[in-house]
């Protein structure tokens, strides 16, 4: 079954700090993932695009990082921001439907 | 910069009710979408609009569902008879092409409370 996992549920730090989120997935065979930010009751809005050739794509704060091989993502976030509290999603995209499949979210909380 | 916008973003109505749910997409984008999501859960796909068709649409999406372009800017998703359970956000996205490249934007989304 096409699945994606995230990890943590949610997660709390302080300004200033970083923090890393992971991402599972199952889709096969898959196209690209994408990280998405969805602030509180409002659509998600893409960070980053990573067909499955690519190790590592950065967008300013945010690195994505994907090993097709174990069927894993991270999103890492350097020197957090409140402004960074916020769900983030990952999505896969099924290579054959081109449908795009969501994780569950992390819910991140930065404080100051 | 080009966005896609929604309307109303909070609409609240009561069970059996019709509810319209309007969107427009961003202006030379083709390929538009509804997703919704409940409450703290996935979002999820409901239908695909091409060329003035449902491309595909998933099993949430049945006869209570209909999508429409009425005017060539506006892109409509309509319930006939809501349920408790269709409370839920629901997004609308929009493409300029289609294929697992290309990417979809999203409009803020429509909270919709059935009571």
């Known amino acids: 079954k096409n699945q994606v996992e995230q990890s943590p549920q949610s997660l709390i730090i302080l300004e200033g700090k970083n923090c890393t989120l992971q991402c599972n997935y199952t889709v096969s065979p898959f196209s690209n993932l994408r990280w998405y930010k969805q602030d509180t009751g409002r659509g998600p809005v893409s960070l980053t695009i990573?067909?499955?050739?690519?190790n590592t794509k950065s967008n300013g704060r945010y690195t994505a990082t994907l090993d097709a091989d174990t069927k894993q993502s991270s999103l890492h976030i350097t020197a957090s921001q409140l402004s960074d509290s916020a769900s983030y999603i990952c999505v896969v995209i099924h290579h054959n439907t081109d449908k795009l499949i969501f994780g569950t979210g992390t819910r991140l909380q930065v404080f100051p | 910069e080009p966005e896609v916008t929604q309307t109303p973003s909070h609409q609240v109505t009561q069970m059996g009710q019709e509810v319209i749910l309007r969107c427009v997409p961003i202006?030379?984008?083709?390929?538009f979408y509804w997703y919704r999501q409940i409450l703290g859960q996935k979002v999820e796909f409901l239908v695909s609009f091409y060329n003035n068709e449902i491309s595909e649409k998933s099993e949430i999406f049945d006869d209570q569902f209909s999508v429409e372009r009425p005017d060539g800017s506006n892109f409509t998703l309509k319930i006939r008879s809501t349920k408790l359970e269709d409370s839920a956000m629901y997004f609308c996205a929009s493409s300029a092409g289609v294929g697992s490249y290309n990417e979809q934007f999203f409009g803020p989304g429509t909270r919709l409370t059935v009571l």
């Open positions: 990573m067909t499955f050739s690519e």
């Open positions: 202006s030379n984008h083709l390929y």
